[in-house]
Structures are given as C-alpha cells and as structure tokens.
C-alpha cells in the first residue's frame, strides 16, 4: 500500500529542532513512499520564517541523495489570515511549491497558541468557534493559492471549554459553507493525525466532516502526523487511512507542483 506523511516540520519551523534529514531516515524506517516537509510561515512577529532561498536548495541536495529509497515534495504551512491575505498570496507564489497547507493558525489576529487566554476567555463556545469557522471561510475567499486547509478543527485543541471537541451537529452551517467553499475552489483537506498526540484519540477533523466532505462533493484529501520530532513521523497514520476506507474513498491524493494526482489506496 501506497504510505504518504504530507505534513513534517524540521528545524527550519520555529517550533521544531529536527534535523530534515532525519526526518527523512524516520520515514524511510516507517517504509513511507513519499513526504512532503511543510514548515510553518506565519504572519505574525512572534514567528520567524524559513528563508526559502536557501531551505530549497537543501531539500533539493537531500531529495537527490535519497532519490532511490522515498520521494520528497517541496511543501509549506502557512498560516491563512484574510486580513493578511497579500502576504500569504505573496510567499505562495514566491516559491515552487509542490503542496501548500493553509492553516488557522490565528483568529482575528489572535494567535490560538500565544494568546489562548486572550481569545477564548472572553467569548463562549458557541462564540469562539463561530469565529473560528467564519474565519477560515473569509480565509479561503481571500488566499487564493493553498492545495488543502490544515487540522479543520485545530480550534478543539486550544479551546478553555468543558468540552473543546468541535461536534459537527453543533456547527453544521458554518461547517458546511466551508466544505462547499473549498470544494467550490478545487480545494481538499487534510487527516492530521495529531490529535493523538494531543490527547483527543481521533484525528483532526474527526471522521464526521471526513465523511461531509465526501457528501458534498470533496475528494481531495491528503494524511498527514504533523510531526515536529522523528518519533512522530507517520505516526497514527494507520487511523487516518481506516477513516478514509470508512468514509468510502477509494484513494489518497498527493501534489507535484501544486496539482493533484489520485493513488488507490
Ligand atoms: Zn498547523
Ligand atoms: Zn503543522
């Protein structure tokens, strides 16, 4: 079978220290086929970004030396904010990337991780990830170049509920006019696997907006651990591969040069 990890930080991401190259000897020991490493960008100061002159040269020396065991794709995440929508348009289309994921990282300019605090205290739930998923539909209208949105629901991770989960029923309008939004666009999401990582046992999304997309029309859809140290490369994707067999794809989709092509799972 077809083994793909299409979401892997390095050092080159804030948030990581893991050499690149030893993501990738993680992922040929995991008997992955194919990677695609996508360090962060995000558009606010507290974050430093990679300088793709020379991150891509140095992929391109460890694609060439690896060339007969995995093959690897040039991709990035970055961060969608529709009020920062030329910066994100700008680097997308600076660089060849093979696979963009579009995040929600930051809401209203509220960074979920720094400003946890600052953003869910004041607001309820019902409040909170409202704004989150009219965010992320304002996101997609407004950065044009993404290949799949990030961790659809990521918000149930830095939530200060009693239950952060994002439950579909509970948000099924809003979710769905993101759903259609992205489908309207040629647009797919990702299975992020983290979520076992983060002490929800599921992935994000959950099989329910999985099985929605299908419903509405979605196919593209890509797995990815969003591993920031080699232990966790292709970790969990197992789950992410029994959710798709159970929402009823037939295949997986990976990018060259940010086009879709479908493998038979
Ligand atoms: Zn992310
Ligand atoms: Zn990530």
Redesign the pocket.
């Given at each position: 079978m077809f083994l793909m990890d299409y979401?892997i930080?390095t050092s080159f991401s804030a948030d990581s220290e893991a050499p690149m190259e030893d993501m990738i000897l993680a992922a040929i020991d995991k008997g992955l086929d194919e990677i695609a490493f996508?360090d962060?960008v995000d558009f606010d100061e507290r974050y430093t970004h990679p300088d793709y002159n020379l991150y891509i040269p140095y992929l391109d020396d460890l694609r060439h030396k690896y060339k007969d065991d995995i093959s690897i794709k040039l991709g990035i995440?970055v961060g969608l904010e529709n009020t920062k929508a030329d910066l994100v348009n700008t680097i997308t289309a600076a660089f060849p990337f093979d696979f963009i994921?579009g995040?929600s990282h930051s809401v209203k300019c509220y960074d979920l991780y720094f400003d946890q605090n600052e953003f869910f205290s004041s607001r309820t739930k019902q409040e909170a990830y409202s704004t989150y998923f009219e965010e992320m539909l304002k996101n997609i209208r407004s950065c044009t170049d993404f290949c799949v949105y990030?961790h659809l629901n990521f918000v149930s991770r830095y939530g200060l509920y009693e239950d952060n989960a994002v439950n579909y029923m509970e948000f099924s309008s809003l979710i769905d006019a993101v759903l259609k939004e992205l489908i309207e666009r040629g647009k797919g999401i990702e299975i992020n696997t983290s979520g076992y990582r983060y002490g929800i046992n599921d992935c994000y999304p959950d099989i329910e907006i999985l099985k929605r997309y299908k419903a509405l029309g979605g196919e593209i859809v890509t797995v990815g651990s969003?591993a920031h140290f080699p232990r966790d490369v292709a970790d969990h994707i197992g789950a992410a591969y029994d959710m798709l067999n159970i929402a009823g794809y037939k295949y997986v989709t990976v990018f060259k040069g940010r086009e879709p092509s479908f493998i038979t799972l």
């Open positions: 979401h930080h996508t962060h995440e994921i995040s990030g969003d």
